[in-house]
């Protein structure tokens, strides 16, 4: 077991106005809201949910690149929740991330060589010599020409950026990735690249991911075990191919046939299963007690608005239904 | 295919780019048809020329030193009209070897030319959909009143209140959530699926003959986008509006397109019925198109937790743009009969079977 999660939440607080005197009606955002769950070595975890739904926050929860609220972190049998920078500081060579954003990630003015050896450098003492040879074998790891060390972030096409924010991840030696995202905002042709790429790498250097992505397909293909988040919680986790094929909760099914309905013309004229309306994403300033897909669920609508679906003491838990299989519902369908 | 309603013949749209002293060939030889009544999707990764088209048709590119080329002729009940009408007498072109060399432009005429031809047209017969609706709404002005803003301006309909009765009879239209509430919202106060709505209502509430939409989904979640490709799909059988739709999703366009042109550094390199371009049995493909729809994952990619078949290398540089084929350095499927062709010339769009063009030397002669 390479990470272990328990009960992890992450609440921002929101301040309503721009005076102190005002900070009264502070407001606490649950962008993570009790999650558990766990990676082993050499595994890989899809995390995926709508924008909003905190896996990004996980992701950084996890890494300690922000303080959790609470909830339980062990990485490599190290409880790291509340360990002290320093002592998280050799540990931080194992765990990294690939961001999102490396338009953010990457400083602009800096060129590719020189950020490829600050990584290496901030966790080992290395001559100049070994840098350069360990860049060398960075590139061939990610696949990059060595033209492109003097060039800067802003040169670099999509997929070549993303190669180096791939290769810094692994620079300072690190086996267990938190990967943001890495396929979004890349073309469908370097896409598929991107996701070869790291597989090969985790076949070769034994990495371990928590792939964190809305693109359900992409997910699909290169996860063992899917997690579902519906506003902050994990509302289904289990091995990919039961989640796309036999999911249970009415959340997922929803996500899986925005997917399936794409593929035909005909589908198109079919109702959706839906209300209309309420389809938008939560509100966070307009919460609901219990199940928080309620307002959206198409079971709750069918099954004439049970009580228990509203009800602020029976929110769902996750609980085993068998074969690593877990769901949080009243009415799994 | 219906009657034509916007032609556009041999569109080039270069823009200057001072420090490389060099044209970006944004666009680049584009000839396409769209029919009305009738969706026409391009279909392309970015840089491939999709949006600037677009913007070319709307007479929308502030280009600086650039050109725009071609013909774009646009019918509608009231005649034919050609949307790029005496712009080349603003411009002066130094050509060599077909290729455009240098650029003298009137910038001042270009640019009122344009106003002049484009007033009766943006908005009104033609309207537009961005991709971040978001940031296309005013975010100092509430939904409604720009709404109300854009039928007074582009209608009949002149009187405040009958405008304000026809912008909420869109926000319905287009399945808005309590149009009479959301119309007093700002922008920043709705959700992007919601934005994409009321873009949607303000482009359609001039009842357009055309209408351009520029990625309408990317960047909205997976549930949300269904529902808005939903909603276009029912407008479209509805209203019969003509659309040029933009996307890089395949998934999306095969659920709206009639037509699909495939996109690859400025040119089209196929064109031709949806189901033809898109479906998996005809196997007269541009091997561009092939690779694109193999590198998504599908069921049987999951099924054996295979790699998948990616396309190596990068788009090419609109600057330097390759003197063969633009597809050459990525194709995989280069034989040794044409690979002198594919390296030197840039093949023809080639009818194959009716309606279908290809431009690939592998169904040359």
């Known amino acids: ?333 | 295919m219906g009657a034509p309603l916007l032609e556009i013949e041999n569109l080039r749209t270069y823009f200057h780019s001072r420090s490389k002293r060099a044209f970006i060939r944004a666009v680049d030889g584009v000839t396409m048809v769209i029919a009305r009544g009738e969706t026409l999707s391009v279909v392309g990764e970015s840089g491939s020329g999709k949006s600037v088209t677009a913007l070319s048709i709307m007479g929308l590119l502030d280009a600086g030193p650039g050109v725009i080329s071609g013909k774009i002729t646009f019918r509608t009940d009231g005649g034919e009209r050609n949307l790029l009408h005496d712009l080349e007498h603003y411009v002066t072109l130094g050509e060599q070897d077909g290729r455009i060399m240098e650029v003298s432009k009137d910038e001042a005429g270009w640019r009122k030319q344009v106003e002049r031809i484009m007033a009766e047209v943006r908005g009104k017969e033609i309207a537009m959909i961005f991709q971040n609706p978001k940031s296309a709404l005013n975010p100092f002005v509430t939904v409604g009143h720009q709404i109300t803003e854009a039928i007074r301006l582009h209608t009949p309909t002149k009187h405040p209140r009958e405008a304000k009765e026809r912008s909420l009879y869109w926000l319905e239209r287009v399945k808005m959530d309590s149009p009479r509430l959301r119309f007093d919202n700002y922008p920043y106060g709705l959700s992007g699926g919601m934005c994409q709505r009321a873009m949607i209502a303000m482009a359609l509430s001039s009842e357009p003959a055309l209408l351009i939409a520029d990625e309408p989904t990317t960047g909205l979640d997976a549930t949300i986008q269904s529902t808005i490709v939903g909603l276009l799909a029912e407008l479209k059988s509805e209203l019969g509006i003509a659309t040029l739709l933009i996307s890089h999703d395949i998934r999306v366009v095969s659920r709206l397109a009639d037509d699909v042109a495939v996109m690859y550094g400025g040119t089209v390199v196929e064109y031709g019925p949806a189901p033809e371009i898109l479906g998996a049995r005809f196997g007269l493909k541009h091997p561009y198109t092939a690779a694109l729809l193999a590198s998504r994952p599908s069921a049987q990619n999951v099924e054996e937790k295979g790699g998948l078949p990616a396309i190596e290398g990068e788009v090419p540089d609109p600057i330097d743009v390759p003197r063969g084929c633009r597809f050459y350095a990525r194709c995989n499927r280069v034989t040794e009969d044409i690979r002198d062709a594919c390296a030197r010339h840039e093949p023809a769009l080639k009818e194959l079977t009716p309606g279908h063009h290809v431009r690939c030397w592998l169904y040359g002669d």
């Open chain 1, 1 to 333: 077991m390479i990470l272990e999660v328990t009960n992890l939440r992450k609440h921002y607080r929101q301040r309503a106005g721009i005076f102190p005197a005002l900070r009264s009606r502070e407001r606490f955002i649950p962008a993570v809201d009790g999650v558990s769950f766990c990676l082993e070595e050499h595994e890989t975890v899809g995390l995926v949910g709508e924008s909003g739904c905190g896996k990004t926050t996980i992701g950084r929860a996890i890494l300690r690149l922000t303080p959790a609220t609470s909830g339980r972190i062990v990485f490599d049998g190290h409880d790291i929740t509340a360990m002290s920078a320093r002592e998280l500081r050799p540990l931080r060579s194992q765990m990294q991330m690939i961001f999102q954003d490396l338009d953010a990630a990457l400083n602009p003015k800096m060129r590719v060589r020189a950020i490829l050896a600050e990584a290496i450098t901030t966790h080992h003492r290395l001559s100049d010599g070994e840098v350069a040879r360990r860049i060398g074998e960075l590139l061939e790891q990610v696949n990059l020409k060595a033209s492109k060390l003097s060039n800067f972030p802003r040169e670099l096409a999509g997929g070549e950026k993303r190669r180096v924010g791939i290769a810094r991840a692994l620079a300072v030696g690190a086996h267990f990735i938190v990967a943001d995202e890495p396929t979004s905002a890349l073309d469908v042709s370097i896409q598929a690249q991107v996701v070869n790429l790291l597989r090969d790498l985790q076949r070769q250097l034994g990495l371990s991911y928590l792939f964190i992505s809305h693109d359900l397909e992409v997910v699909q293909l290169i996860s063992r075990r899917v997690a579902v988040m519906y506003l902050g919680k994990i509302v289904e986790m289990g091995l990919a191919d039961r989640i796309a094929r036999a999911a249970r909760h009415p959340y997922t099914h929803l996500l899986w046939s925005a997917l399936v309905e794409g593929q035909s013309k005909e589908a198109s004229h079919a109702p959706l299963n839906t209300r209309t309306g309420a389809w938008e994403p939560f509100d966070f300033e307009r919460p609901v007690s219990g199940c928080r897909f309620a307002p959206r669920c198409p079971v709750y609508e069918a099954r004439g608005r049970p009580a228990v679906c509203t009800d602020a003491a029976t929110e769902p838990q996750l609980h085993d239904i068998g074969g690593r299989h877990y769901v949080a519902g009243h009415f799994p369908v």
